[in-house]
């Protein structure tokens, strides 16, 4: 079935620029997706891209897709210890559902 | 407008019996989603609910039901509780296709003892 994989913990310097990565294995993915969670509560859309695009620009954030290799990463640029949370690639599938990746731990160094 | 709203938001129950989620969608929003997080598993989809009809399910047992009712508000339902399903109960709510934004509520926290 499908999958989405990213790598479970990143720590970055405050002030430095953080750069999360996802993986996706459906290829017909129209919709992808980055969520945030913050402790205790629910998923926040930050951000999503469709499959025809390579980048899309935020304010602090930019999403970059590679379609050939189903490669999605999220940038944050100046990163703040607000930043800190779980961050979340969602791929929506050909079956309309939303597969999420299993989280990125983001820690802010002081 | 208010956001989404899941009630209770902890429960503590034990094993065989059942227990029922509430989720009351931002106003105007006619598809509910409603998700498992564990922290083995991640983020799975149960079900989706729109204009009171499943429109799609995910790869639960049949333990687990939902429902939507007229004013676009929806529960869930798992019977026969097992340990494995302590986790978070996430619903979410977009106006209409699963494609748009999808805004989450702060979730239920289940515990099965």
């Known amino acids: 079935g499908e999958d989405v994989e990213q790598s479970l913990f990143l720590s970055v310097r405050e002030g430095d620029s953080s750069v999360i990565n996802c993986t996706y294995t459906?290829?017909?993915?129209?919709?992808l997706y980055w969520y945030k969670q913050e402790p205790g509560a629910g998923l926040q859309l930050l951000t999503y891209i469709f499959s025809n695009m390579d980048m899309k620009q935020d304010q602090r954030l930019t999403v970059l897709l590679n379609k050939k290799d189903k490669h999605l990463s999220l940038r944050i640029a100046d990163t703040q210890t607000g930043d800190s949370a779980i961050y979340f690639c969602a791929e929506l599938d050909r079956d309309d559902k939303i597969i999420f990746g299993k989280g990125t731990r983001l820690h802010i160094l002081p | 407008k208010a956001g989404v709203t899941q009630t209770p938001r902890y429960l503590i129950k034990t094993r065989g019996q059942q227990v029922t989620l509430s989720c009351s969608p931002i106003?105007?929003?006619?598809?509910v989603s409603w998700y498992q997080q564990t922290p083995g598993q991640g983020l799975q989809f149960l079900f989706e609910y729109f204009s009171e009809t499943q429109r799609n399910k995910g790869n639960f047992p049949g333990r687990f039901s939902g429902r939507q009712f007229s004013n676009s508000r929806s529960e869930m339902n798992v019977s026969t509780l097992e340990l494995g399903d302590s986790a978070l109960y996430l619903c979410?709510?977009?106006?209409?296709?699963?494609?748009?934004?999808?805004?989450f509520g702060p979730g239920t926290r289940l515990l099965v003892l």
């Open positions: 979410a709510s977009s106006l209409g296709r699963t494609q748009e934004t999808q805004y």
């Open positions: 106003s105007g929003h006619r598809s």
């Open positions: 459906d290829s017909s993915s129209t919709y």
